[in-house]
């Protein structure tokens, strides 16, 4: 079993960035699959970017050119840096890990989870 823990979180001014990290209990391995979400209260969670074990990523339209996936294998963790946040990026972010065979990231189809940490942007 592997525990995911997000932290980074906090409230920033529109514009501001913030530097969510996931840190994994062990070592996964050096090409596993992960990604980032969010979900806001009252919307559906929301995938945000993921990089394969190949080290190729994708980002959502809503957040491609603002945030960047990033993973450092020797430390065990997974990095999302976010730029010119905007009120509307408002939400819990978790990180994920391991795509289920078959699954797609879109869907959040990842075997682990984080508990989450919370990001709130104040215009």
């Known amino acids: 079993q592997v525990q995911l823990v997000e932290s980074g979180g906090g409230s920033v001014q529109a514009g501001g960035s913030l530097r969510l990290s996931c840190v994994a209990s062990?070592?996964?391995?050096?090409?596993?699959?992960m990604g980032w979400f969010r979900q806001a209260p009252g919307k559906e969670r929301e995938g945000l970017a993921t990089i394969l074990g190949s080290g190729s990523t994708y980002y959502a339209d809503s957040v491609k050119g603002r945030f960047t996936i990033s993973q450092d294998n020797a430390k065990n963790t997974l990095y999302l840096q976010m730029n010119g946040l905007k009120p509307e990026d408002t939400a819990m972010y978790y990180c994920?890990?391991?795509?289920?065979?078959?699954?797609?990231?879109?869907?959040?189809?990842?075997?682990?989870w984080g508990q989450g940490t919370q990001v709130t942007v104040s215009s």
């Open positions: 994920a890990a391991l795509l289920i065979s078959g699954g797609t990231w879109e869907k959040g189809d990842f075997r682990y």
């Open positions: 062990r070592y996964i391995g050096s090409r596993v699959s």
